[in-house]
C-alpha cells in the first residue's frame, strides 16, 4: 500500500501513472483505499492528457471513512496519451490517505483511441451538439430511454444498463421532422511529422440502435472543405437490437462527421448511437483542448477570440452563445443557475392572469419563446431573479445593448440591468419599476469601454403575483475593439529568490488593445499541470507553496490577434534560504519547555527583510514575553 502522513494542514501529495499510449473504450481503474482521522480532506483521481497538459478529475472523495478499507472503480475511457494522477490533501496531523491495490482493467486500447472516437461512457468525447440548423439535442444516457417500446435497455461498450449511449429522445415537445446534430471535432489526416496524407481507406464505424414503430432517419455526414457527403443512411425501425454502420474514407483533407437523426411521426422513434471509431489510418485533431473548434470552417480560435464581438471563424459560431439571443432555440450563453425557476425559457401566456406577454417579441406569435420571471405564489415579495450573460474580454467606447421588455400587472416590481466588473463590483445601468403597459418596450443602455465583465439582468418581484417580467431580442451593438496599438509589455516582475513553501506572484503590465490574452510558460515550455500554478484575471502568475523544481525561467506571452509581445523573468528557488515573511519555508521547528524558535513580528526587534515591522525567528524564553 501506499500512503500520505499529515505534517502541514493543506499539503498535497501526488502520485502520477506512466504515460500511456492509449485506452479502450472499457478501460477502468479499481482500487482500494483507507481514509482516517478527523481532518482528513479529500483523496482525488484526475486524468492528464500528456498532449494539451490538461488535468480532468474523474472521481473524488472527501472526509473521514473510518479506519477502514473501501474499494472502487473508476470509468478511464477512450484516452489518448494520459497519465492517472492520485491527489490526496489533509488538514493537519489528525488525518492519514492510503491506497491499495491499484488495477487497470480492459484497457488494451488496440486502434481505438483516436480523437473522433467515442463511447460515451464519461462525457461526448469532444463531440457537439450543434446549434443551429438542427431543433433539438442529443442526451448522453445510461440505461434505458424514457418511452415505453422504442430505444436500447443496455449501452453496446458494456451490453448492460450501467453503461453510457447517446439517443434522441423523440416524445414532447419534438414534432415529427425534428432534427438534432452531434458534430465530431475537426480532424486531419496529414501526418504532421512526414507531410504525407495517411487519410486513405480509413475504416469508420459506429453501432446504433433504431427500435420503434415510428423510426424515422439516421444519417451520417463527412464535413470537408469542398462540401458535405452522405456516408451511411439508416430508415426506420431496425428491430431490438444494436447494429453496426460503417464506411470507408478516402479523404486527405480535414473533416468532420455529423450524426443527423429525425424525428418520426410519434414518440415511439428514439434512435441511439454508441462506440464511434475511425481506425487503419492515422488521424490527429486539428484543434487542441484549449482552443475553440469553429462548426462550419476547419479553424481553431484562440479562447480570447470568443465572445469578443468579432466573427472569427467566418461562420459565427465563436459568438453563438455570447449573448445576442432571440431565445427561440436556447439561451445564447445567458445563465440563472441559482435562481432558474425564477428566469425562464418560456413561450406563450404566463400562468397569472393579468399579467405577463401573451407572445414572444421576435414572432409575435404563441409558439415564440422569450425570457420570463415570473411572480407566482412561490415567490417571496423581494426575492430576485439574476439572469447573466456571458462574461466579454473587452468592449469599445460605443458599446451599447438593446433589448425588449415586457412588465404588465398591478403588482409589478423591479427590473434592473448591472455591469459587473472582475472584482465582483455592480454599477446600475438601467431600471424600471412599476407598470409599463401591455406591450413590448424596447431600451438601450450604453455599456462603454470595459474590460472582464459581465451584465446582469435582476428582476425583483412586487408585493402580488400580478407582476411577471419578460425579456426578449437582447443584442450587443457597436461593441468590437479595433486594434488602436501594438501590444508592448510596460513592466515585468523583477528576478525573485525565494525559499521552499513560499507563495510568490509573477506579474506585469501592458499596453495595446484590444484586450490580450495571456500564456505563461517555463524554461520555453508549458507550464506543469499542477494546481499549484494559477492565472489571475490580470494575467499574473501565482505559484503556492514553491519546491525546488519551480526554479527556471518564466516567460509570458501575450497576443490579441492584432500584435502580440513577451517578457521573462526569473525565479530561483533557494533551499534552505527565508526570509519569514509568509511562512517558515518548510524548515521544521524543535520545542523544549524552556526555550524555543517562533516565527514573530511581535519581538520588539526590527525586521531585517522590511527594515520595519516584519517577520523574524526569534528564540522565546518561558519567562512572559521574553525573547
Partial sequence: SSGINAEYGGDVAEMMSNVYKGS????????????YGRNVRKLEVSILSTVTNTRKTVWEHSGNSGDAWFETAVQIGAQNMFQVVFSASVGSTAGDIAIDDISFIDCSPGNFYGPADCSFESDFCNYLNQQHEDNFDWTRIQGTTPSWDTGPGYDHTYNDTFGHFAYIETSYPRIPDDKAILTSPWIKTENPATGIYAGYNCSFSFWYHMYGDDVDSLEVIMKTTAGNTTIVTEKGNQGNEWKEGSAVINEHDAAR???VGTRGASF?????????????C?????????????????????PYKVCNFYDDCGDGTDENSCGDCDFERDYCGWTSPENYRLWARFRGSTFTNGTGPDTDHTTGKAKGFYMLFEAHLGVRQGEEGYLTSPVFMESSANCKIDFYYHMKGKNMGILELFIVNENGAKTSLWKKDKEQGGDWNYDTARIGHKRNFYVQFVATKGLGSQGDIALDDIKFTDCAVGPSANLT???????????????????????????????????GEALPASPRFTVGMDGSLSISQTAAEDSGVYTVKISNGFSEATGQTKLIIAVGSCDFETNLCGLK????PSFYFERTQDSGLTDHTTSGKGYILALKTNNPGGY
Avoid: E, Q
Wanted: charged share 20%; aromatic share 12%; glycine share 4%.
Fill in 489 to 523: 509589455i510596460k513592466s515585468m516582475a523583477a528576478n525573485k529568490t525565494v525559499g521552499v513553501d513560499t507563495d510568490v506572484v509573477l506579474d506585469f503590465t501592458y499596453d495595446g488593445a484590444p484586450l490580450a490574452y495571456v500564456t505563461w510558460m517555463k524554461d
Fill in 268 to 280: 415511439s422513434g428514439d434512435i441511439a448511437i454508441d462506440d464511434i471509431s475511425v481506425k487503419t
Fill in 24 to 35: 479502450a473504450p472499457k478501460c477502468r481503474l479499481t482500487f482500494a483505499y483507507h481514509m
Fill in 257 to 259: 462527421f455529423m450524426f
Fill in 282 to 302: 492515422l488521424i490527429t485533431p486539428l484543434c487542441n483542448d484549449k482552443d475553440f473548434m469553429c462548426l462550419t470552417t476547419p479553424k481553431c480560435i484562440t
Fill in 589 to 592: 521547528l524543535s520545542y523544549k
